[in-house]
């Protein structure tokens, strides 16, 4: 049953001026001085924007959404909620453009709150390949109880995906076999073979969204976190964002640098690195977590016996040529690596995961097929995650790989990344016929930002420990805090990671460039 939802129209408030508290140190106050060289004066070099500092907290705002009571909702999509939490849902009505050319028309993005909204508004964003942003918000919120003695936890469902006005345009035939492709086809013919399937899948959502289509990515997205801060009434946007949505994050940062507030980005895409240099790094990282994943199972006796990657490794080559029966399905290698990679997203989930290949080397599917198929089906009201995962990336970036260096790579990291190079080259070959977009994102680089953690996880499948610790890099006022631990996100999951971020969340106290939490 969907959530229900109700909006009141936005109205453009003037801009609060906020008197800005200085809570970290920041560069000299000295004044620039010019000095005589001989008998000519030389002019000072002009100094770059001093780094905001940490912005006031804030009280509630003025908040324009109306709000309806869809706690058990909530509860039946989580499995359950902790005792006295409430969830509130709403929508928020954005131009589908920019907020220069509302004559492209609207879009609808759906808003869940857990709390009472007398709190501070703290606005959460995850990968728009994930669960609804909605779903993730609400999981946060269960995962730190402690923050709603502060905030309000807010979610926004991403253009396209969730509740949203749904990017649910790609044919169920063309979806099952993009996410269950062969995970180690290499041959020019077979990378043929996905690209048309994706062809078949981009003309269907062209036909379906028409000029829709090229406004569900990230710069976009960004225009619809400012217009929720407008309607939420505060002056400042707090944020977390996980992964993917760290570069939502950082594009709003850009693009509306006096509208952030105490932003942290919990793992983030690297932004030195083009579309197949971030592509090999993540499946060079995703084996690397699947050996920490083998370890752990080898060491509790796990069902996959005393070599988990070579009992991997041997049923993706089975199930390339003999896919495994599961209710209403079959799972061949692409399902299984996809049902990996979401398995290895979550530590506490690994006993699971470990499980349900074990049952699929006894040719029992139905595991994998459960860890996949949100990819695919629809779960609830929630559309597949494919169809806006799909769009968003193409969208994003402006590289396109042509078939044959498609299969110089697949070649290549095939052969060097066993279980996840296939999957890895077969998401470039996606954008191989879409759009190139006319708005690159920017990079993040304003110096006069405020102090932005930004945490990197050493065993994360999703995005690089070295990316994220690229984007502290370039960020000039990134903070870098390092998890050594395992999983997808630091937040929620590491204690030492989790005060660090409350701390700065609600006292405004940066942490330690460079500080390091323990597994």
Known sequence: MPRTTHRVGAVLLPLLLVVLAACSAGPSDRPAVAFQDGDQQVAPAPQSPKPAPVPE????????LLWSDCTDQTRAELGGLPPGMTASCSQLLSTLDSPEAPERGTTRNALLRIGSGQRVPLVVVGDVGGEPGTTFAARMATQLPGLLDTFDIIGMDRRGTGESDPADCVPQPQREAIVDFDARATDRADLDRLLESVLQASQECLLDL??????????RAASDLEELRLDLGVSRLHAIGRGEASRLLTTYAERFPTSVGRMVLDGAPDPTRDAIGQAEHEARTAEQVFDVFAADC????????????????DLVERTRHQPLPAPGTSVGSGRVVQAVLLG???RGSWPALADALAAANGGD???????SAPLVTAQGSNPPWLDGEL??????????VPPQRSSELARDWVNRF?????????RLVWCGSWPVPQQPLPAPRRPDLPPIPVISTANDPLVLETGSEHLAEQLPTGVLVRWQGSGHGAVGRSQCATDAVTRFLEQGTV???GMACPE
């Open 57 to 64: 907290l804030g009280g509630p705002g003025d908040d324009m």
């Open 210 to 219: 028409d000029e829709r289509l090229q406004a569900y990515d990230t710069w």
């Open 298 to 313: 080898a060491s509790r006796g796990c069902p996959l016996g005393p070599d988990p990657r070579k009992a991997v490794n």
């Open 344 to 346: 290895l997203s979550d």
């Open 365 to 371: 599917g139905a595991g994998l097929a459960n860890l």
């Open 391 to 400: 769009i968003t990336s193409c969208n994003d970036t402006t590289l396109r």
């Open 418 to 426: 066993p279980l996840f190079g296939g999957a890895a080259v077969q």
């Open 511 to 513: 942490p330690t460039d």
